[in-house]
């Protein structure tokens, strides 16, 4: 529940803006049925099996694993591959989508999730960051080999899941190294940026044309943790860095926000988004 008094400011500060920034970590699919990680002990409530080989979040996102055991690497992420892939996100994607056409599509989003969502809820690639990579593209593990970024074919890959190994690992068709998702990995130096660049560039241009034209912008941020806390410290930087901005942080557990440019709406995406906005 929030209160009526600081409804009806949200409301307004939404009404008045003329442009939207999305900015989202996992806590947004969560709504979708897609889980968090949330430190140790919650990733490890959605990967029993990764507890039992006694692995943390940080130490199975590590692109060592695609050259020392290629199976256990793509177990992890086939895993996701196939979850996010199959995954249809929920209503507050269609809430959010009707929301910036309101706003003749003065929009960006920025997220830390590799999961695709945005783009299958009908958001515009071009106006999308995935600072942190996306799981529907691939690239080669090996540094030399000079192959690109490329979207992952369409089909899945065969895990077996209680002993966690992939059953199939798809490999570069240049020199036949191991591929990975091009994802950010911890103590990651194989990760081509190229493509998340290309993203952000885009981004720092229409933030850049927002400021120069001294527009109203409002950041809706929806479930950013404070474990990696990329997304939280990108929106807050940019509400302090434009003259014109508010930011409505959306989160069950950790909503709290600077009360001189903020909103904290202490709930999760979906209700958070029919309540603000209109009920699905
Ligand atoms: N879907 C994905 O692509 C995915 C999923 C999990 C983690 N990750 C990766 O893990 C890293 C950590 O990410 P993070 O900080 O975004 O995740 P996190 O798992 O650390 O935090 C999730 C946040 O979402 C909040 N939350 C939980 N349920 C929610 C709901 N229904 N609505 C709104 N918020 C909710 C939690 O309180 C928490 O603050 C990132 O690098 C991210 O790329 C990606
Ligand atoms: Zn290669």
């Known amino acids: 529940m929030i209160d009526n008094e600081l409804l009806e400011e949200i409301k307004k500060s939404i009404d008045d803006a003329d442009a939207i920034l999305i900015t989202a970590g996992a806590g947004m699919g969560v709504d979708s049925g897609l889980p968090d990680f949330r430190g140790t002990s919650g990733f490890w409530k959605s990967y029993p099996v990764v507890e039992k080989l006694g692995l943390s979040f940080e130490d199975m996102a590590n692109p060592q694993w695609f050259e020392k055991d290629p199976a256990l690497a793509w177990a992890f992420y086939g895993h996701r591959f196939n979850l996010y892939r199959d995954t249809t996100p929920h209503c507050g994607f269609k809430l959010l989508k009707d929301l910036v056409e309101s706003k003749n599509d003065n929009y960006f989003i920025l997220t830390s999730n590799v999961d695709g969502q945005f783009q299958k809820a009908g958001f515009d690639e ?22 690109e970024i490329f979207e992952a074919e369409d089909k899945d890959i065969d895990v077996d899941i209680d002993q966690f190994k992939a059953l199939e690992i798809p490999h570069c068709k240049e020199c036949q190294s191991v591929l990975r998702p091009n994802i950010l990995m911890f103590g990651d130096n194989t990760f081509l940026e190229d493509r998340v660049e290309d993203q952000e560039d885009s981004f720092h241009v229409w933030l850049a044309k927002l400021q120069f034209t001294n527009q109203k912008l409002v950041v809706i941020e929806l479930g950013a ?41 202490p709930l999760g995406s979906l209700e958070a988004l029919e309540t603000i906005l209109k009920p699905c």
């Open 126 to 147: 071009d106006k999308i960051a995935e600072v942190h990579g996306s799981i529907l593209h691939w690239q080669c593990s090996n540094v030399e080999c000079e192959s």
């Open 225 to 265: 943790g404070t474990t990696i806390p990329t997304i939280r410290h990108k929106s807050e930087h940019v509400v302090e860095t434009l003259d014109n901005a508010k930011l409505i942080r959306i989160n069950p557990r950790e909503s709290q926000v600077d009360k001189s440019y903020g909103f904290s709406v």
